[in-house]
């Protein structure tokens, strides 16, 4: 490789990878400040909801969600999936700048792989729309509690052992391939494009197939709280193992054992004595 277009490929994994983390912080920070606000200990929740805006909003546990309450819970899931996803999807973007500009036919290599980042991240836009959806419902029938975790013990125990059992699928398997490979993924899927709509399409179709990797992951959250912060950088870094470390098949299927081993155990906790 001529070492001018060595230099220039470094200078543009920089940028990005700076952009990159820059847009994960931020979620974080988001996250972080949420989190906060939402911390009421000591506090009777029982017959009040919080609100995720960051402003110590509460509505009546019993009221139906305003179109502002929703707008905020969809924020919150988005920044929430911006911020656990941007580390695991950014061999991907990478590589994906490298080959950009390595391409002659390309006058704006940043303008293509931000729109291949857009259409990732428009993905993980559709995912939280359909969690915000979910919660809404959840809410709906007082099966999650002030800290937005499941008040169902069977409900709890159900989804972990529905987790579990999707880390040994089939689909599972299929869809994390394809996030493990960046350069597989492209050629596979007729390479690199030139234009808005083939940069935006290709980069949603990898986003489909990390949600598709992911979203029993996510779904946990609805067992341990929402914003439950702690738990939000355990699924991030398993997510993060299970694409970047060779071994990353076998990292998601002991995730998925154990997933299933606390979903028996609430539910054996649970039997009469």
Same mark, same amino acid.
């Given at each position: 490789m001529?070492v001018?277009?060595?230099?220039?490929l470094?200078r543009?994994r920089? $940028?990005?990878a700076?952009? %990159?983390?820059?847009?994960a912080?931020?979620?974080?920070?988001?996250?972080?400040?949420?989190?906060?606000?939402?911390?009421m200990?000591?506090?009777?929740?029982?017959?009040?909801?919080?609100? *995720?805006?960051g !402003?110590?909003? &509460?509505?009546p546990a019993?009221?139906p969600?305003?179109?502002v309450?929703?707008?905020?819970?969809?924020?919150m899931?988005?920044? &929430?999936?911006?911020? !656990?996803?941007?580390?695991s999807?950014?061999?991907? $973007?990478?590589?994906?700048?490298r080959v950009v500009r390595?391409r002659k036919?390309t006058?704006?290599?940043?303008?293509a792989?931000?729109?291949?980042a857009?259409?990732?991240?428009?993905?993980?836009a559709?995912?939280s729309l359909?969690?915000?959806? =979910?919660q809404w419902l959840?809410?709906?029938?007082? %099966?999650l509690?002030?800290? !937005?975790?499941?008040?169902n !013990?069977?409900?709890?125990?159900?989804v972990?052992?529905?987790?579990g059992?999707? @880390?040994w699928? *089939?689909l599972?398997?299929a #869809?994390?391939?394809?996030?493990q490979? *960046?350069?597989?993924?492209l &050629?596979?899927?007729?390479?690199f494009?030139s234009?808005?709509?083939?940069?935006?399409?290709l980069?949603f179709?990898?986003?489909?197939?990390?949600v598709?990797? #992911?979203? =029993?992951l996510m779904?946990?959250?609805?067992?341990?709280?929402? &914003?439950?912060?702690?738990w $939000?950088a355990?699924?991030?870094?398993?997510?993060?193992?299970e694409?970047?470390v060779?071994?990353?098949?076998?990292?998601?299927r $002991?995730?998925?054992?154990? #997933?299933?081993?606390?979903g028996?155990?609430?539910?054996?906790? @649970?039997?009469p004595?």
């Amino acid at each position: 490789m001529p070492v001018a277009l060595d230099a220039v490929l470094r200078r543009d994994r920089l $940028i990005i990878a700076s952009a %990159l983390g820059l847009i994960a912080a931020l979620a974080w920070a988001y996250l972080l400040w949420l989190a906060a606000d939402m911390d009421m200990d000591g506090m009777d929740m029982s017959e009040l909801r919080m609100v *995720p805006a960051g !402003m110590g909003l &509460m509505a009546p546990a019993a009221a139906p969600w305003s179109a502002v309450e929703f707008a905020f819970v969809f924020v919150m899931w988005a920044a &929430m999936m911006i911020g !656990m996803m941007a580390p695991s999807a950014a061999p991907m $973007i990478l590589m994906y700048a490298r080959v950009v500009r390595q391409r002659k036919d390309t006058s704006q290599p940043f303008a293509a792989t931000g729109w291949f980042a857009a259409g990732y991240l428009l993905a993980w836009a559709g995912f939280s729309l359909a969690a915000t959806l =979910v919660q809404w419902l959840l809410e709906r029938q007082a %099966l999650l509690d002030a800290q !937005m975790a499941s008040a169902n !013990m069977l409900l709890g125990a159900a989804v972990l052992i529905a987790a579990g059992v999707y @880390q040994w699928t *089939p689909l599972k398997n299929a #869809c994390l391939a394809q996030c493990q490979t *960046p350069l597989g993924f492209l &050629m596979s899927h007729g390479g690199f494009r030139s234009d808005v709509r083939g940069c935006l399409h290709l980069g949603f179709l990898h986003g489909m197939y990390c949600v598709g990797c #992911c979203w =029993v992951l996510m779904a946990l959250l609805f067992v341990v709280g929402v &914003m439950n912060v702690l738990w $939000i950088a355990i699924l991030a870094l398993l997510v993060l193992l299970e694409k970047v470390v060779p071994w990353g098949k076998w990292v998601a299927r $002991i995730a998925g054992v154990v #997933c299933i081993a606390s979903g028996a155990w609430m539910v054996l906790a @649970q039997l009469p004595a």
